[in-house]
């Protein structure tokens, strides 16, 4: 696979050349959102669903996407067979534009910067084989609009190195309630007397993709969901917790707050849920591959 390449505005470079003015907005008021979308075996993961987000995030700071969602996979899926792309995860941003730096962007004519660019990534190993993380909570001190996919990310950086202080792997954001809402790059899920409890998407969390599976995979298996805020107390008395992302999948929860989290192992509702994800990814890659065929006859 060659990393070294990344896809902006139209045309293909080697990174360490591809560049926008410091007058980018998304550098100067981080107006702008993003994506970062799995491959594996060289084709998406629910890229039609990151699409979705991707559009609803644009609309959700007032901005157009500068290609449509069909002409944007074409060319990401062009993209992955031209670098030889494999197991790796694509960054993706779209910012407003350049001009000369001024907070109004109403009346002006800007031309949104839209680039992509991959990373390797290892293949996850089965949840009840991988090591579980360490979580530490972190007042929420962020916007409400975390629905949005935006570039301000600065308080999670803020929480994800709090927690790094503090000896975790991850930051989890708590309000003046003590509701534990989501994590600074994952979302959250518990297991609470048989019921998968998490906090509802909205302006305190992000509608993470691999949440979504993880709540389609839940429904396959007959395992009840309640989508409703949790405190943190509640959470840590849980029988599991687990983490989702795009890079992570899911990964148990083994203490919180330096507090052992359930039994301290994978638990089996985490672990049953993992493998119901990871047989959905050749079914995705079927579906996304014969959708691309149909699209070129």
């Not at 500068?66 to 960054?91: C, V």
């Not at 800007?110 to 360490?134: C, D, M, Q, W």
Request: aromatic share 8%; with cysteine; charged share 25%.
């Amino acid at each position: 696979m060659s990393a070294d390449l990344c896809w902006i505005n139209g045309r293909m470079t080697p990174l360490a050349e591809a560049s926008v003015s410091i007058e980018d907005r998304g550098y100067q008021f981080a107006d702008g959102v993003y994506e970062v979308i799995r491959f594996y075996d060289g084709r998406p993961f629910e890229l039609a669903a990151h699409l979705d987000r991707l559009q609803s995030s644009c609309a959700g700071i007032d901005m157009a996407l500068p290609l449509t969602p069909d002409a944007l996979a074409h060319e990401l899926t062009s993209f992955a067979e031209t670098t030889g792309l494999a197991d790796a995860t694509i960054y993706l941003q779209v910012t407003r534009g350049t001009a000369p730096r001024n907070h109004l962007y109403v009346g002006r004519d800007l031309a949104a910067n839209l680039l992509f660019y991959p990373r390797p990534i290892a293949p996850t190993p089965p949840a009840h084989e991988s090591p579980g993380v360490k979580l530490h909570s972190v007042p929420d001190e962020r916007w409400r609009r975390c629905w949005i996919k935006a570039l301000v990310l600065l308080p999670n950086v803020l929480a994800k190195n709090a927690a790094a202080k503090a000896g975790a792997d991850e930051a989890a954001f708590l309000d003046e309630h003590d509701v534990v809402s989501e994590c600074a790059t994952s979302n959250l899920f518990a297991v609470i007397a048989g019921r998968l409890v998490t906090h509802p998407a909205g302006p305190h969390v992000l509608p993470g993709i691999t949440r979504l599976v993880v709540l389609r995979c839940a429904a396959e298996l007959g395992i009840a969901v309640e989508e409703r805020p949790m405190t943190e107390r509640e959470a840590l008395s849980a029988d599991e917790v687990f983490i989702t992302s795009t890079t992570r999948e899911i990964v148990w929860v083994e203490r919180w707050n330096d507090r052992p989290v359930g039994s301290g192992r994978c638990g089996e509702v985490t672990a049953q849920l993992h493998g119901a994800f990871r047989r959905r990814i050749p079914r995705e890659e079927f579906v996304t591959r014969r959708r691309r065929e149909g699209a070129t006859r």
